[in-house]
């Protein structure tokens, strides 16, 4: 079955999930790798301008909630994972794969439905029955984050450099080939008018009825537990793992999820086009592939003209699609909708 083609928009929050091979507690919450983890995506989020919105790693899956504003994303999650899977094959003394698969992105469509997924990520570890409150929760989420307002710390050791340098000198200090980095959650875009104790108060009190319909739900069933859940042999996995399917976008209006169809198989037929006149040995002039994707053999998105990224096309004149008469603007498509 062929991939879906990634498309990318400069105003769009993404809800990226990915899944540790073979449903594997490879996430296992616990105070180091909370500390891999964290060390790794503050680095990613700052190399790459990444606005994130949200987070929380589970056992084996985590989710995030972010935007991209460089039409960088795919950049930024080849650097966060690569990074993260090889110290975690490090810290579990291990080389087999930690990933199974690519990462999922889910384009969120209104401000609505942005805020349901930050919820639904943060009431996680309520609704996995790990923990009854998830400020009880021992592995990473962005909660405390958004009560508190404060920034993001994590600390990346350059593990090529210690080694070396330990070779050379035993007593060398391991500080020395740590770096830090500091970031700042980025405001959903319907709650950033809102002051920080506003922001907070809506969060709080959402989550607070969504995680007491959740222990209603469960009834009398016991959770995990925070002991339990950090004991968990990180080679074994859940005897029947849940799989769901993946949509391209959520909205609570059917307009924006018709036009952002309609959107998506413009792009989609263009994209091919652009590749057909690409292998062609006699073709004249170079193909031109749509803003928002990744022409074959780059790593870089098509950028809109003049946001000053790079266009990904090499020898593309113009990254705007409108050479093999592209696909409509999304506005256009918003418009008609």
Known sequence: MARRLRIQRLDVVYFVTNRCIDEMYLLRPGPAVNALILGCLTRAVAKHGIELMGFVFMGNHFHLLCRAP?????????????????????HWKTTSQIFGRRYSAVDLLDDATAFDKLIYLLANPCAADLVRDPRDY???????????DQP?????????????????????????????????????????????????STIAKTLASTCAALHKKRGKKSVLGARRLQRLDPRSRPKAPKFTPCPTCLSTQQAKKDAHKAHRQAVTESYYRARSHDRNPQRQGPAHYPVGTTPPGHQKCVAVAGSGTPTGAAGSGTPTGAADGGPPSWSRLQSRA
């Open 70 to 90: 460089r039409m960088n994303l795919g950049e930024f999650m080849r650097d966060f994972q690569s990074w993260l899977a090889t110290k975690l094959q490090q």
């Open 138 to 148: 021992p592995g990473l989420s962005s909660l405390p984050y958004h009560l508190d």
């Open 152 to 200: 993001i710390c994590g600390r990346w050791v350059a593990q090529e450099k210690l080694t070396r340098n330990l070779k050379r000198n035993k007593d060398y200090d391991p500080e020395l080939a740590a770096s830090y980095h500091s970031i700042q959650l980025t405001p959903l875009p319907a709650l950033a008018p809102k002051s920080a104790e506003q922001r907070a």
